[in-house]
Nanobody, 123 residues
């Protein structure tokens, strides 16, 4: 079992930056691929960013987030971060951290999920 807890969400103005954090506990977190997903009201869960399990931990970013979002992980701290820059109102959603054995952009490929953190972008 892996337990995931997200933090860092909040109410932000358009153009602002925000960093989300996800801390994992339980099994060796560094052995897992990690992903960030988001879900806005009335919409399907959407892939945001992810990283492979194992070195060199390639990073993947969703098409609509490229150039604005980056993902990183600190295995020593069992943490994964999502840095979000130039936030837009359409980035408003609940953001979820997920862990699984292999990277995929499909939410069904992840076995463990956090409870989510709300990000609202509004002026």
């Amino acid at each position: 079992q892996v337990q995931l807890v997200e933090s860092g969400g909040g109410l932000m103005q358009p153009g602002a930056s925000l960093r989300l954090s996800c801390v994992g506990s339980g099994r060796t977190f560094s052995n897992y691929a990690v992903g960030w997903f988001r879900q806005a009201p009335g919409k399907e869960r959407e892939f945001v960013a992810g990283m492979d399990a194992g070195s060199p931990y390639y990073a993947y970013i969703g098409d609509s987030m490229k150039g604005r979002f980056t993902i990183s992980r600190d295995n020593a701290k069992n943490r994964v971060y999502l840095q979000m820059n130039s936030l837009k109102p359409e980035d408003t959603a609940i953001y979820y951290c997920a862990a699984g054995l292999r990277f995929t952009e499909l939410s069904t490929g992840y076995d463990y999920w956090g409870q989510g953190t709300q990000v609202t972008v509004s002026s």
